[in-house]
């Protein structure tokens, strides 16, 4: 008996664990005890994961760049307490489920047990992607992220508008009622090698941050089906104004520390304060928490076609300044 679990617990997560540790006390000042306590490891256990090298912790099949990837998006949201305890459990198992079917671990499975190779093995894409279980409605969904997740996989600019905490695109069915009917790319997508790429296919149920904030402005707006969210500065405003999109601007204090909630509230209120309806919320970010700019359409296809004019409009205009200071 060996299911693919095992290279789960002995191979994927040690190697998250060290890139997230990393991360967290390289990039964000985080102490070996905070660390330890925020994974639910020993202080000791954290103090051997900085000292690993992280060009040998990925053993094949399972791509170092790839997996450091998804590792800075998981410490992106640590570090700005998006993540509890019980949404960083479930995008861990969402990112080994997504890894089985037909990705890394099981490629690595087929290798270890051969018999399932000879015998055309598809138990966790059965378990976990079986269309039966699908209803039509949600297979349209799926469809237009996908497809809207192609078109910005294919548009070079739209690398320079991927924030550090990593972009998602999410769509909620019309009668959403919960996380479970709202559909995004676990991993969200991210940075390879200059080109912004989905690590995995589109899921329902597998964002909280954005579908939370979707559905509590689809209570405000039932038009709102999708929302994405892209870095946000000065060049960013400037391309949402020459689109003529409307916009309401979340400016935190100092002090501000409970993000997603403030955000969420704030977005309900600017769309009733400006008549139903607004393209862009905009968040300027505050202690340990990125700006954002959040924008919203009734399809992902339709958000996409959208990001794409702001992110051409964006490099446009680095090119300019650019030009300017020479």
């Not at 053993?59 to 949404?87: C, H, Q």
């Not at 671990?105 to 059965?126: D, F, T, Y």
């Not at 209120?269 to 400006?274: E, F, L, P, T």
């Not at 928490?289 to 990001?307: H, Q």
Request: proline share 4%; net charge neutral.
């Amino acid at each position: 008996m060996n299911p693919p679990c095992e290279l789960t617990v002995r191979s994927l997560l040690p190697t998250l664990r060290t890139m997230v540790a990393k991360e967290l006390a390289q990039s964000y000042g985080w102490t070996q005890t905070r660390i330890a306590r925020r994974l639910g490891v020993t202080q000791a256990a954290v103090s051997g994961y900085l000292t690993q090298d992280l060009e040998t912790i990925a053993p094949p099949p399972f791509n170092i760049e790839e997996l450091r990837s998804i590792s800075k998006g998981l410490t992106a949201e640590i570090a700005t307490k998006r993540l509890n305890y019980v949404d960083l459990v479930n995008n861990i198992c969402e990112i080994c489920l997504s890894l089985r079917r037909g990705g890394a671990i099981c490629h690595a499975h087929k290798i270890k047990v051969p018999e399932l190779e000879e015998e055309r093995c598809i138990i966790c894409m059965q378990l976990h992607m079986s269309l039966a279980d699908i209803s039509d409605v949600r297979r349209v969904i799926l469809g237009d992220l996908r497809a809207a997740v192609s078109l910005l996989e294919s548009a070079p600019e739209f690398t320079e508008l991927v924030p550090e905490v990593c972009s998602n695109i999410v769509m909620a069915l019309k009668d959403a009622q919960g996380i479970a009917d709202v559909a995004g790319i676990p991993g969200r997508m991210v940075r390879v090698r200059g080109k912004a790429k989905a690590l995995m296919d589109p899921e329902f149920g597998v964002s909280s941050h954005l579908a939370k904030l979707l559905l509590a402005v689809k209570s405000a707006d039932v038009k709102a089906r999708a929302v994405i969210n892209v870095k946000y500065d000065e060049m960013v405003l400037d391309a949402i104004k020459k689109l003529n999109l409307s916009y309401a601007v979340l400016k935190r204090s100092q002090k501000s520390r409970r993000d997603e909630d403030e955000l969420i509230e704030f977005a309900k209120c600017a769309i009733r304060d400006m008549g139903g309806w607004v393209d862009v919320v905009i968040d300027e970010g505050g202690f340990a928490i990125e700006p954002n700019a959040y924008f919203f359409e009734e399809s992902a296809t339709k958000l996409a076609d959208r990001i794409i004019r702001v992110s051409r409009l964006y490099a446009k205009g680095r090119l300019s300044g650019k030009a300017t200071t020479e």
